[in-house]
């Protein structure tokens, strides 16, 4: 009798060793199984901070290049506006230059008013050029900002 109490008790004993065993095995799955999902998860992220850090870095550069070329064309501008006003300026000049000369020669000297009318037409055309290369500049900032 005792040596059969003793033989159902190891059986016991084995049989529960083998629950804690599959129990044992169970947990340590789901443990590995957690451990995978933490690693992908953890390369997501990882991957995410290198992307964010990447982009960044670009758009700090595209941002540096847009300032740059901003402050270029500024200066383009007004050196523009300067060359404008100057050929405004040398136009008024000549203009008042012509009617002095014809009020002086009443005459009628035409080879003088041919020359002024020449020189108002290429001063009138600059002037137009001119104007339209601040304009485009001037559409460009807008665009820029």
């Known amino acids: 009798e005792d040596l059969e109490k003793k033989y159902y008790d190891s059986l016991q004993l084995g049989n529960e060793s083998k629950v804690n065993l599959n129990k ?3 947990i340590f799955n789901k443990y590995n199984q957690l451990l995978i999902d933490f690693e992908k998860k953890s390369e997501t992220v990882d991957g995410l901070v290198e992307e964010y850090s990447k982009l960044a870095a670009e758009t700090e550069v595209k941002q540096a290049n847009d300032n740059q ?10 050196q523009l506006v300067m060359r404008i006003n100057a050929l405004e300026l040398n136009l008024t000049d000549f203009a008042d230059r012509a009617v002095q000369s014809d009020n002086n020669n009443l005459n009628g000297n035409s080879n003088n008013n041919t020359i002024h009318s020449a020189e ?8 137009a050029n001119l104007q339209y290369d601040y304009n485009e500049k001037v559409n460009v900032i ?3 900002e």
């Open 120 to 127: 108002i037409k290429e001063l009138k055309t600059k002037l």
């Open 69 to 78: 070329r901003i402050n270029n064309i500024l200066k383009e501008n007004e």
């Open 24 to 26: 044992y095995n169970s």
């Open 142 to 144: 807008n665009n820029l």
